[in-house]
């Protein structure tokens, strides 16, 4: 059905797959005999305990998730997260972060509240458009852990290795490219997403987290909704969850598992539809890159013209020819196209042509 | 239209007004020609801030709050609440909690550990059938704030005149009994509720809280998203907020304000619907009301039959007669009526209903 929906580039909240959001319409009066809509129901009533358990086996499903790792759902985004990770992690009170952008960047000023933070490897002096080289960094012994953002979606760099950590827990920021590609979990202590960039609506982070590194012995100050241990002994079901963000998450983990084929299915159609973009990109005498070839991001794709009010003009005309948000982030200026999971190849190949034909006119 | 929806009796998440939710399907595909769903929307696009510019306005009108205080939406519940209001009020460490159930015995909980939490009053002698004279309180010069939980949601107890404070901020937690009745906002330092019990979806907290309290030198320990500063200098979108969530509660403002007509008449429309069941309890030789007659919840009926196994039928026969959640909180057995302001009159007649049939049979 045509319902007039735009390609929407946004960097996040960002689109979700049409035949999710008709199979939530569809149920939105009553939801399959239960004589009532999601958001009305008990988060304690059994209709709602096979919601959210289903997401997470779903989850689990689609990314092999061992059995010694905890699934929690938690409201609070990134910026929670920022400091519930140190708050929780840092045992010895001192972990590594890599600098890597916007984000990292976040995560590092947060948690340099909770102890020492020390940073490794950095890509600031030619401005964030690289992956640092992480194969031989300096690491203490007793650094708590090693954290990356591990797509950046405004500076639009990814990991494709891992840094090595020397036997070190890895936690890794996911956000903007979570369940965008197969992801060996067990590499990993803690890997965190806010959901709104690559599966669902806004307000829930998915946090994945080995069992081993959940504790009891947390400072005092720690409020109870900040302990992973809270979260972690009642399965999500502490206090009221985001029942409503579970439940559609929990809808585009199954389109991602039935009808995508599982992520390696996904990481294929992700790698087609950038590659138009970069081979364009590549090949414009006007729009340029902004990021080294072999740090990319499959999922954000900043570019720039050669001036600030070219690149301006451009995001209008893009407006007008029915395209959302290409304006690139405020503090990075430029245009930014951001395409995850739910963008169709369609979308991709129509943002090209505009460009194409901005280009041929100036 | 009949959808087949329960009377759903939950005491949150719970009903909301079937003509919002109708709208809400409507606008599912294509936001009044946005081209996406609410859920997929950049919250820092020109659409979405005009949800969230005009549900604070409308939430505005409906409380009629004055403008010195600023309107917040924050993630995290009830849960982040207890720990946010002593981090961020605590100037002198030291509160006075009002002691009246299961609510507020979390929230003291959770204030001991910012600083001394002095109980002034308390119900715990009659099981929290009642609520605690406070007319003539014993609070120490340098409290920083007086806090009650306006209606308790597990006992069904409510106040109608709010405790002399003499002096000293009042803090309350309305989630339970939020947009139920009039408020004079003005008459406290700060009002928070969690909107999963009267308003709409789960995963969103309203703070409306008085200027000259938002501090900027709190401990350092204190998350950049747990400071009231953090959200009221951006206008509650520092960071990604729960976009659905204000969407969905800006449209009940406008449901209450316009079909409804106000606070006023919804106040007098949850009075009629109350009456309806507690005259009935009042009447019966089989069911009995928990809670003293002066301070009997409009939200939340707890009821009993003379023994544990009777209720348990009683929950049984109601599921089997199509009704939803009637049993009682796990920590008080019995049974309750949660009748918020979207569950309908005839919902509690039918209740009624039900019940007297129930007791003429036994």
């Not at 109870?224 to 579970?246: Q, R, V």
Request: hydrophobic share 40%.
């Amino acid at each position: 059905m045509n319902y007039g929906r735009t390609f929407n580039f946004s960097a996040g909240p960002a689109m979700m797959p049409e035949p999710v959001l008709e199979e939530i319409q569809g149920e939105m009066m009553n939801y399959r005999g239960s004589g009532m809509c999601v958001m009305e129901m008990s988060h304690r009533s059994k209709v709602f305990e096979q919601i959210i358990q289903d997401a997470e086996a779903d989850l689990r499903k689609l990314m092999n998730i061992p059995d010694n790792y905890k699934v929690l759902f938690i409201q609070g985004g990134g910026t929670l997260q920022f400091a519930m990770v140190p708050m929780n992690l840092m045992k010895n009170g001192k972990a590594v972060y890599i600098e890597t952008g916007s984000w990292s960047k976040k995560a590092i000023a947060e948690a340099k509240k909770y102890g020492e933070v020390i940073i490794a490897a950095s890509s600031k002096d030619k401005n964030f458009s690289y992956i640092p080289d992480c194969s031989d960094l300096d690491i203490p012994e007793d650094a708590d852990y090693v954290y990356i953002c591990e797509n950046e979606t405004i500076n639009g760099t990814t990991y494709f290795e891992l840094p090595n950590t020397k036997g070190h827990v890895l936690v890794s920021d996911q956000s903007s490219m979570f369940l965008s590609r197969p992801c060996d979990v067990s590499k990993y202590g803690l890997i965190w997403a806010g959901v709104q960039k690559n599966v669902g609506p806004a307000g829930l982070a998915v946090v994945i987290i080995r069992e081993d590194l959940i504790r009891d012995d947390l400072p005092a100050y720690v409020p109870t909704y900040l302990n992973y241990k809270t979260h972690a002994d009642a399965a999500s079901l502490y206090n009221t969850p985001n029942c409503w963000a579970i439940y559609c998450c929990g809808k585009v983990f199954k389109y991602l598992q039935n009808t995508i084929g599982g992520l390696e299915a996904m990481n294929r159609l992700n790698e087609e539809k950038a590659a138009v973009l970069y081979d364009f990109l590549d090949s414009s005498k006007l729009f340029k890159g902004a990021v080294v070839k072999k740090d990319r991001s499959l999922m954000n794709v900043p570019f720039v013209t050669p001036s600030k009010e070219m690149d301006a003009d451009v995001v209008a005309a893009s407006v007008a020819a029915g395209f959302s948000n290409l304006k690139g982030h405020k503090s990075v200026g430029g245009l930014r196209a951001s395409i995850y999971n739910a963008m169709p190849k369609e979308g991709v190949e129509a943002l090209v042509a505009f460009l194409k034909d901005y280009e041929a006119k100036h």
